[in-house]
């Protein structure tokens, strides 16, 4: 069984930092594209991040582009999303996403259908 848990999310001020982290277990984590998905509160779901299965290529979405690096450590099963320079806007439940298949790379949401619990982001002074 596919199990995606995010940790790290909290209460930052505006301009400060979070890592996100998401420990994977219930498949081989290196073969699979992985990606970070938000809901800001009444909004609809947003793309942030993906990275490729063997971490060689990455994208993001031009709200989070250069503030937000993506990384994953496949030795630790685990997905990272670090976030600088945070801004009110940045405030959303982020989701650890996994694609269904082995594909090289997706940034297709539709292609992602495992997603963890989500961990919330509060940018706030």
């Known amino acids: 069984e596919v199990q995606l848990v995010e940790s790290g999310g909290g209460l930052v001020q505006p301009g400060g930092s979070l890592r996100l982290s998401c420990a994977a277990s219930?498949?081989?984590?290196?073969?699979?594209?992985m990606s970070w998905v938000r809901q800001a509160p009444g909004k609809g779901l947003e793309w942030v991040s993906a990275i490729s299965s063997g971490g060689g290529s990455t994208s993001y979405a031009d709200s989070v582009k250069g503030r937000f690096t993506i990384s994953r450590d496949s030795a630790k099963n685990t997905l990272y999303l670090q976030m600088n320079s945070l801004k009110p806007e940045d405030t959303a439940v982020y989701y650890c996403?996994?694609?269904?298949?082995?594909?090289?790379?997706?940034?297709?949401?539709?292609?992602?259908?495992?997603w963890g619990q989500g961990t919330q982001v509060t940018v706030s002074s």
């Open positions: 219930g498949f081989t984590f290196s073969n699979y594209v």
């Open positions: 996403t996994k694609a269904d298949t082995m594909v090289v790379f997706t940034t297709t949401p539709t292609d992602f259908g495992s």
